[in-house]
């Protein structure tokens, strides 16, 4: 089964430090919750992850299934199963949205075991009915003129259909009204399986009440700095971040 194993992760941005050693231990079948004040380093952790150049990783070891992650390129990291739905998902001109998913998917597989482009369609537009989108968005532009909730949609549209090992979820939640939320959450309750681990970042404990995580990790500045279980989410939209900080003797 899948394991996901992150050890004192330290990176940069432009010559700043902003993870300043993230330990983290993810299990296939495992949902874990990273919730944190804004700024504090989980967009840039996923982005570190998944290999974005802008930002330096200084320290520590990354592995998946036993493989270093941190010697492999980009679209190396996608192959061994890593998927990350982006909180500010990019707009490609140009490229339509089944163009886009349908090379992605090859990218995945050997050369000369493509999916053909029959049983490709019959795959996306089932996926995309589950999540209840227009069937018109496969022949858009990607993420051209997409509302923000329809991003998010796309966004795991894409984890469906690419049947990732370590799904990374940064902020799925924004800018999804209640109806959406379900949707997305049921999408993301029908991929939990025992060779597949997550990593739910969210800023709101709103999320955790559709999909429910089996570890809740507190970061702040640049460090995991609480851990338990759902429970954690609940104090923490009740009562904010502030008796974190306290607990922790951390001013700001
Ligand atoms: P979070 O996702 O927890 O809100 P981020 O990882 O986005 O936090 O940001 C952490 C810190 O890194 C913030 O101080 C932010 O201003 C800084 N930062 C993030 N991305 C960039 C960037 N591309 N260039 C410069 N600074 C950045
Ligand atoms: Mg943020
Ligand atoms: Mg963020």
């Known amino acids: 089964s899948t394991q996901f ?6 990176a940069t941005i432009e010559g700043k430090e902003i993870l300043k050693g993230i330990n983290l231990e993810i ?10 004040p804004n700024g504090t380093g989980k967009s840039t952790l996923a982005s570190a992850l998944m290999g974005h150049p802008k930002y330096e990783v200084t320290d520590g070891e990354v592995f998946i299934n036993g493989e270093d ?7 190396e990291r996608a192959r061994a199963g890593l998927f990350l739905a982006m909180q500010y998902p990019s707009e490609i001109a140009g490229v339509t949205n089944s163009d886009f998913l349908r090379s992605a998917i090859n990218a995945r597989r050997e050369e000369g075991n493509e999916i053909s482009l029959i049983k490709f369609i019959r795959q996306m537009e089932s996926k995309m009915k589950e999540l209840d989108m227009n069937p018109e968005f496969a022949h ?6 997409f509302s923000g909730g329809e991003k998010k949609r796309n966004e ?3 984890m469906l259909l690419l049947d990732p090992k370590l799904v990374i979820l940064d ?8 109806d959406a939320l379900k949707i997305v959450a049921a999408g993301v309750n029908s991929m939990r399986s025992e060779d597949r681990g997550f990593l739910i970042i969210t ?6 009440n559709y999909i429910t995580p089996d570890f809740v990790h507190v970061m702040m500045q640049g460090r995991i700095v609480k851990s338990g279980g759902p429970e954690l989410a609940e104090r923490l939209e009740n009562e904010g971040y502030d008796w974190v900080k306290e607990e922790l003797g951390i001013t700001d």
Do not use: C, F, P, T
């Open 156 to 158: 795991i549209l894409q």
């Open 69 to 75: 992650l941190l010697e492999m390129e980009v679209d």
């Open 140 to 145: 858009r532009y990607l993420n051209e003129g």
């Open 203 to 208: 800023h709101y404990q709103r999320l955790l």
């Open 5 to 10: 194993l992150i050890n004192n992760l330290k």
């Open 171 to 178: 902020e799925i939640d924004s800018g999804l009204d209640i």
């Open 27 to 36: 299990k296939g079948g495992e949902i874990h919750a990273i919730m944190g």
